[in-house]
């Protein structure tokens, strides 16, 4: 095939993949980047491009392989090297998030690749459990003009976690002002109030939050431990159920279930809910507190 003709079918078949990826059609944009590398595969956009449709239907291994390909091809370059730490993330390897972090920032060259490393290394940290570390990333994140609500709720979740319950609430505060219907500020709202042990005003929290929010496994399951509190077992039970009936992976829920089904002599019940939860769980915050409940009951 003569070059230009190559090159008139490469431009063709990239506008094409492009079309695909905006329509989030990532399935078919992939056989047009194999054809597109097959044709030049010393292009480092073709593989970066074919990565980021691997991450979106979460093929983290095949993402990661394309990315370094790129960043091989081409090193030095922020976004494919930023694109490789996302990825690493997504597929649950902190550890190596971390180091990606590093290497991200220290060839970031403006204030907005800054504040993403920032907020990365604020996401990645949490994630890992270390809390501090996450709040003092996502605070010098706040320090950008990028920060939105997201990074708000991000550095509101994190002084939850470090037990700082009342800088949580100010942050939220903060969102709801802005966004009254805000799903995941209204939620840790009353979440907050429970782990205050404030249990009616969480009730009546969740409450709130269900009208408008009334399909949302998440508030029942938090919900349910209140009530187990205030109510008694058969109240909490109800809303386990209601968050399992809508969301049955639900692990906040799937473990109270199996607490509750212990106290009520049902055992087999008991560690099948609380075994799941243990196994699909090692991305809770609450995992830890998971670990106990399952050497309790089930071991």
């Avoid at 939050?209 to 109240?235: C, M, T």
Wanted: with cysteine.
């Amino acid at each position: 095939m003569h070059i230009a003709y190559a090159k008139q079918d490469s431009v063709k078949l990239h506008q094409k993949a492009l079309q695909y990826m905006a329509a989030e059609n990532y399935k078919k944009a992939i056989p047009l980047y194999n054809k597109l590398i097959r044709l030049n595969d010393s292009n480092e956009s073709y593989y970066y491009f074919r990565s980021a449709c691997y991450h979106k239907i979460a093929d983290y291994p095949n993402a990661i392989a394309d990315v370094q390909k790129a960043m091989q091809l081409h090193p030095s370059t922020f976004d494919y090297l930023y694109q490789c730490t996302y990825i690493h993330y997504l597929a649950k390897d902190y550890k190596t998030t971390l180091r990606y972090c590093d290497s991200s920032m220290q060839i970031a060259s403006n204030d907005y690749e800054r504040f993403l490393v920032y907020f990365q290394y604020g996401l990645t940290l949490q994630k890992a459990k270390d809390y501090e570390g996450s709040i003092l990333n996502f605070n010098k994140a706040m320090e950008f003009d990028y920060a939105d609500l997201e990074l708000n709720n991000d550095l509101a979740n994190s002084y939850m976690g470090n037990k700082q319950y009342e800088m949580a609430a100010s942050l939220y505060s903060k969102v709801l002002a802005v966004d009254t219907n805000n799903r995941y500020a209204m939620l840790n709202m009353a979440c907050i109030l429970h782990l205050q042990n404030k249990e009616q005003e969480a009730i009546d929290a969740f409450n709130a939050f269900l009208v408008k929010f009334p399909n949302d496994d998440e508030g029942y399951a938090n919900r349910g431990i209140s009530r187990y509190i205030v109510e008694g077992i058969e109240a909490g039970m109800q809303d386990f159920e209601k968050a399992i009936s809508i969301n049955k992976n639900n692990v906040l829920a799937r473990t109270n279930r199996g607490i509750g089904n212990w106290h009520r002599k049902k055992i087999k019940k008991a560690c099948k809910d609380i075994e799941f939860a243990y196994e699909n769980g090692k991305d809770e915050p609450f995992y830890d507190e998971l670990t106990k409940t399952y050497n309790t009951y089930c071991q």
